[in-house]
């Protein structure tokens, strides 16, 4: 599996911004999509999860209300739209794909994702 994010860059706070993450390879087996983020000097951070089958997501606290995660299964692609972007946003995204588990997505943790792309870069100004 490969995962292939793209969209980031700078925007003034306020903006918005679309983040694209492009899968391919054997991917019938991925019932979980999520994008993650980490900031220079902090931990990585959970941001929002999509269950492939069923399109049910689930959001952090910290970007409930400005975020939005959607998929195209037709094109192979997992969204992340970011509305009204604050400084605290700033962060290198990663895009990742956990192998079908028991666990429901909207509970899925980060060590679950065993697939990951290179990130794309969010800088808020």
């Known amino acids: 599996v490969q995962l292939v994010e793209s969209g980031g860059g700078l925007v003034q706070a306020g903006g918005s911004l679309k983040l694209s993450c492009t899968y391919s390879?054997?991917?019938?087996?991925?019932?979980?999509m999520g994008w993650f983020r980490q900031a220079p000097g902090k931990g990585p951070e959970g941001v929002a999860t999509?269950?492939?089958?069923?399109?049910?997501?689930r959001y952090s606290d910290s970007v409930k209300g400005r975020f939005t995660i959607s998929q195209d299964k037709r094109r192979s692609t997992v969204y992340l739209q970011m509305d009204n972007l604050q400084p605290e946003d700033t962060a290198m995204y990663y895009c990742?794909?956990?192998?079908?588990?028991?666990?429901?997505?909207?509970?899925?943790?980060?060590?679950?994702?065993?697939?990951w792309g290179q990130g794309t870069q969010v800088t808020v100004s």
């Open positions: 990742a794909a956990r192998p079908t588990n028991t666990q429901p997505c909207v509970a899925a943790g980060r060590y679950s994702f065993a697939y």
């Open positions: 390879g054997y991917t019938s087996f991925i019932d979980c």
């Open positions: 999509i269950g492939t089958a069923q399109g049910i997501t």
